[in-house]
């Protein structure tokens, strides 16, 4: 039984094209991120929900919208998408606001062609 | 803010050798500190972290690491590696006075495991 899960695993697609990865943790954790991972395996946090509320936004484009159903679920939309979206994201959960470790999802591979 | 410095990028290492990831930090504010490991192809996992008491922390797979405060070092080691531990393995930092739970990243160790 997967603790963060996140669907797709791979994603290809088309410069211009609209897309959506979804993630979700079973562990009763409070708090959800994405991160980006690029090709040089750089780590780059891009948004965190406590609870379903945004407390996290960093400087990421405004054609990247995370959504929160409920504390269980964090989902990534993308619009018109880029060369430079190709990465890795991966969804993280923690226990508490203020992070004593995260769990990881295994991630998602976006390629944009 | 925070930084993380991950002083090799690349450490090649035969087997049942030991070994020493280096990881210094910055930060104006008390930190937790953490190592995570990432197989192939694969997301990463939480190998070990210090967030108060004894400086000297035990994680899973026999690795261990010290929190030095003076010298804003946090070092992985393990005394006997195998060829399994090859993976990337990334110090991370957060600060504890904030309840956003943000972790900034180093840029990752790649450990190799020779025969």
């Known amino acids: 039984d997967t603790a963060v899960s996140q669907t797709p695993k791979y994603l290809v697609t088309q410069m211009g094209n609209d897309k959506s990865i979804k993630c979700e943790q079973n562990l009763g954790h409070d708090t959800m991120y994405w991160y980006k991972q690029d090709s040089k395996k750089f780590l780059k946090i891009m948004f965190s929900y406590n609870n379903k509320e945004l407390i996290i936004n960093e400087t990421v484009p405004n054609r990247f919208s995370p959504k929160s159903p409920d504390k269980a679920h964090l989902n990534l939309h993308i619009n018109s998408l880029e060369l430079g979206d190709s990465a890795v994201y991966f969804c993280?959960?923690?226990?508490?606001?203020?992070?004593?470790?995260?769990?990881f999802g295994s991630g998602t591979r976006l390629t944009v062609v | 803010a925070q930084s993380v410095t991950q002083l090799d990028s690349q450490v090649p290492v035969f087997e049942e050798a030991p070994v020493e990831l280096r990881c210094n930090y910055s930060s104006s504010v008390s930190v937790y500190l953490f190592w995570y490991v990432q197989y192939p192809n694969q997301g990463l996992q939480l190998l070990l972290k210090y967030l108060s008491g004894s400086t000297l922390v035990k994680g899973i797979n026999g690795f261990e690491a010290e929190f030095n405060k003076s010298q804003t070092s946090f070092h992985l080691r393990k005394p006997s590696v195998h060829i399994s531990d090859t993976a990337e393995y990334f110090c991370a930092v957060s600060d504890t006075n904030t309840n956003a739970g943000k972790s900034t990243f180093g840029d990752g160790t790649t450990l190799t495991v020779k025969p």
């Open positions: 993280a959960s923690s226990q508490v606001t203020g992070n004593y470790g995260y769990t």
